[in-house]
């Protein structure tokens, strides 16, 4: 196996969140898959939703983009709508939101702790002073780290709701990894950006870093390479030797 670059010589390194140093894309596929199986058999819609929906569709874009994607690839069109809609709504904001109901349900109930090899890289950053944040699509971002316990590590949280206030593009788009790498105050060619959804490791890829990192959590390492990723490894804790 070849060896893998010292991710410490970076200038920083930016994290996707869901299932790169949390296992909360679990949590995720288990309330979409709850919610759109449940809509689908209201609609009478077809083919039924699946996992490979999830990847496709879903995993790592921001949850409207998401719930619009996914609809569009059954030929469904509803209104957009507003975040504020109540999750009964039949918009695509709606549809999202009723989503979120089942996702922060199962966060409270279960709780989340940080992957161990994820948590070992953070601590061999830390203290080779390399500065670190986090790149999510989720708006549930925020309360993901709080109950995983590793807040406090990130100077910078790029998440789904600056992204909305920004108005920044969802991935694959560069946006938010360009933007989270500015905060940091680091130029994207000397910085490592790490990701586990085609969708991320696209926006990372176009967002010209340094290295792209592809954590495989089942999408598959040849996909994530052809998606932009350099290199490809199955957990984090590859990283320390």
Known sequence: MTS???????DAVLFDLDGVLTPTAEVHMHAWRAMFEELFAQWGIEPPYTDDDYFAY???????????????????????GDPSDPPSADTVCGI?????????????????????????????LKEAGVPVAVVSSSKNAGEVLDVAGIRDRFAVVMDGVIAERDQLASKPAPDVFIEAARMLGAEPARSAAVEDALSGVKS??????????????????DVL??????IVVDDLEEFIA
Request: charged share 25%; glycine share 14%.
């Open 225 to 230: 390479r052809e998606a932009g990723a350099h």
């Open 96 to 124: 999202g939101n009723r989503k979120n109901e089942v996702f922060e349900r199962v966060l409270r109930q279960e709780g989340i702790a940080p992957y161990p090899g994820s948590l070992a890289l953070l601590d061999r």
């Open 204 to 221: 990372a890829a176009q967002g010209g870093f340094g290295l792209v990192v592809g954590v495989d959590r089942g999408v598959g390492a």
């Open 58 to 80: 879903l995993d790592g874009k921001k949850r409207y983009d998401g719930v619009a994607s996914l609809l569009h690839s059954r030929d469904i069109e509803v209104p957009w």
């Open 4 to 10: 893998l670059p010292d991710l410490t010589t970076y």
